[in-house]
Structures are given as C-alpha cells and as structure tokens.
C-alpha cells in the first residue's frame, strides 16, 4: 500500500489549501482514507475521513470550512481547506484504514506528509 500527499504551502490566515493523496490502485474500493495533521509538538488527531462508498466524517474543529472527496478512478483523496488558521500549521498526513465500525481506525499505512503553513 502506498500513498503520497501533496498540495500544502504557505497561505495567509483566512486561505484555501486543497491537499491530495494518491494511493495504489484498488485502496478506495477497500479502504477508507483519512486525514491527519501533527502541528509542531503536538499528537498526530485526526481531521476527516471518507469511506469505501463516500460516507464522509470530521473533527469538529474543521466542520463547515473542510471537504474530503474522492475520485476513485484516478486513485485520489483530496482535502479542500478554507479558512485556514495559524493554529492549523503542521504536516497533514494521509492513511488508509479502517471505519467499518463507524469509527475510522488508522492503519500502519501512512503518506509522506505535507507542509502546511498559515501565517498570521
């Protein structure tokens, strides 16, 4: 299983990012994807995940200004982030894993990450 994330850089507090992680063919038909940030000297937490049929899920903190989606034809996962805040910086992760129980469920298979800075 791999996965690649791309897509973050340098905004200005109030911007839109969209990030996107690219898996190996088949992992959409099988797995739920998820995204992760780990800010400077923080645990990993969870942001939002998407499942095999399109069932999306989000933290609280992100609710109304993320969207994840698919395209499961070109084996991607994307994250559209508005109104991003300083506090949001770190590395975004992706995962593909696990939410057959209604709760989404890492797995050891992680992307490289991605930078995302939000000045102030």
């Known amino acids: 299983v791999q996965l690649q994330a791309s897509g973050g850089g340098l905004v200005q507090a109030g911007g839109s990012l969209k990030l996107s992680c690219v898996t190996s063919?088949?992992?959409?038909?099988?797995?739920?994807v998820a995204w992760y940030r780990q800010a400077p000297g923080k645990q990993r937490e969870l942001v939002a995940s998407?499942?095999?049929?399109?069932?999306?899920n989000y933290s609280d903190f992100v609710k109304g200004r993320f969207t994840i989606s698919k395209d499961n034809a070109k084996n991607t996962v994307y994250l559209q982030m508005n109104s991003l805040k300083p506090e949001e910086t770190g590395v975004y992760y992706c995962?593909?894993?696990?939410?057959?129980?209604?709760?989404?469920?890492?797995?050891?298979?992680w992307g490289q990450g991605t930078q995302v800075t939000v000045s102030s």
């Open positions: 998407i499942g095999r049929r399109g069932n999306t």
């Open positions: 995962n593909a894993g696990d939410d057959s129980s209604g709760m989404y469920y890492a797995s050891k298979y």
């Open positions: 063919n088949g992992i959409l038909s099988t797995n739920a």
